[in-house]
């Protein structure tokens, strides 16, 4: 699936977008944050404090126990600051 | 409900013109009553704030910025709407965002803009930086609690 | 407060640019954040209306807008108003009452304006009277009830 | 003192505006109106219903129960529909 980040999860993660391809035992918007948050400290850092991250599943908002199988498209980001 | 128009959305780089936008709501009917305009604009912070940059997520910008219209024009009998919402480097003073909402009587009109501003300000994925005058970048906008409890006001009428 | 612009407040039997109004507010300044125009338009009422004719106390209108405008000024802080009502004869479509506002925070701008509206059509001294397509002249305009009730919204806050 | 009429209640009345010189006993507002209402049977009609007539005593709003004394000028009015 792709992955997304942006505003200052892109900035800590250090990119904008990838493809990643976690195993099946990780299932919920949950366990992908704590999956990506031990990739490296880049990503740890991005993603320490997972409470105040959002996420988006094929662009729509999304809590962070729904289930990611299926989504091709997958979003983190900080609350946003529109309008 | 009769009448409504298909919500314009549109997110873009470039400058708008609210005249145009709240002109084209109207032309050519008679049977509105009230027209709102809101238009959102880049505060200088007292003289500190060169501009600011806005990062968004375009394509679901689109699409939850139409779910937001359409669950507007879902609780009230609006006979237009129109929202446009900018990205990119906005210096102080420009414009950001406007929303545009034609009804036959103001409180409709009013209720849904407010209400549209505020699920914008918390569901639409745009996120602002700060530039500074004299060329340093500054932080992230911090969301304001406000916000939250803003949008909060039209959720006990949901349930 | 620091920064409110004197309110201005016109009655007049010539139409009026919105664009004009609400742009003469925000121009040549960085410290507005929110910007709300109210439109009021003449509804032809499903085809039956073919203008509607407004009477009004002319010395009155002037001085009671201007203490209602004084009102949200002290409520709300704003950063300008402007506020202009027409009489005379106005053909269905066209425009009748302009409130805009100026504030820092949208719900500033956005509550300032929808109390100035209510305060306007329970305390103005303008009289509507319809004229019927077909040449008729129709009866002189209830007061909606509504109105009333969403005046009286605001009056809670006050004691 | 000047009185003026407005909307319905001019059409009434038949008049615009007019000159008035009521008797020192007549103190209110409310006086007033029964006092024009005895002066005709325009006026009768006019102020048949009092309840529902709003007065501005020098361009300001007033309750019924208003004192006219030294006000220059009188107005009445159905209720607002601007707007």
Redesign the interface.
Known sequence: MKA?Y???V?ERVGKSEEEIAPQASVATVDDLMTWLAEKDEAYAHAFEKKSVIRA?LD???VSHDARIAGAKEI?F??????? | MAGAAKPIVRVQREDF???VE?EAL?RG????????????????E??TLQALE????G??AI??IERVAAEALSRWPLLGATIV?RYGLIE??GR??LVAVAA????D??EA??FL?DY??????????AHLVGGARGD????RG??DI?AARWRAAES
């Open positions: 997304l942006f505003a200052w892109r988006a662009r729509a908002h979003a980001f900080p609350p946003m600051t529109g309008g | 013109d609210p005249a709240s109207r009917r008679a049977d509105i009553g009230a027209l709102v305009t809101f238009v959102g604009l880049c505060r200088d007292g003289g806005i990062e968004h997520y394509a679901m699409a939850e919402h102080a003073s950001i965002v036959a009587h103001r409180g009109a009013f803009a407010s501003m914008l300000k918390t569901r639409a994925p745009f996120w602002k930086r992230w906008v911090e969301p406000a916000d803003s």
